[in-house]
């Protein structure tokens, strides 16, 4: 499937962003036929990147979560609104604090749903026009003006 070359090479790339190498090379072993391992607890399935910075943070592990889905699936690019977190992702989050009783949303619930519309709204277009690893840069996604 074509979108699955670009699953692998987006998030190959995704992950050499990440400040988290461990799971670099089973990663990059996905170019020449490789598989990413399964699991019980500790293994990948487990593990999820870390980004420096709160807006890259937020926008690039949703981007993660979404790639993953749609590669362990094997699912074309339109589906992605088959992952449970893009199909619900308009539903509020608030936080309430147990001391004095105030609602507020956090800033990364804030910024993950700008991040999974606009990735729900982009992404196929990026696929079909065999672009996806082009919604990697900033000004594509958590600096852009179009969110």
Known sequence: MKDKIQYTETLIQLVELNLDDTWLEEFRSLRTGGFLPGGGAG????????????FQNAWYSNLYDILRFLYDNDLPSNRIGDYKTVALRNNIRILRCLGCSKSYQHPSRFESHIALDLYCRDLPDFAKKNRLTEILPAQNSFETNAA
């Open 43 to 54: 293994s990948l399935n487990d593990w999820g990147p870390i980004f420096s910075g709160r």
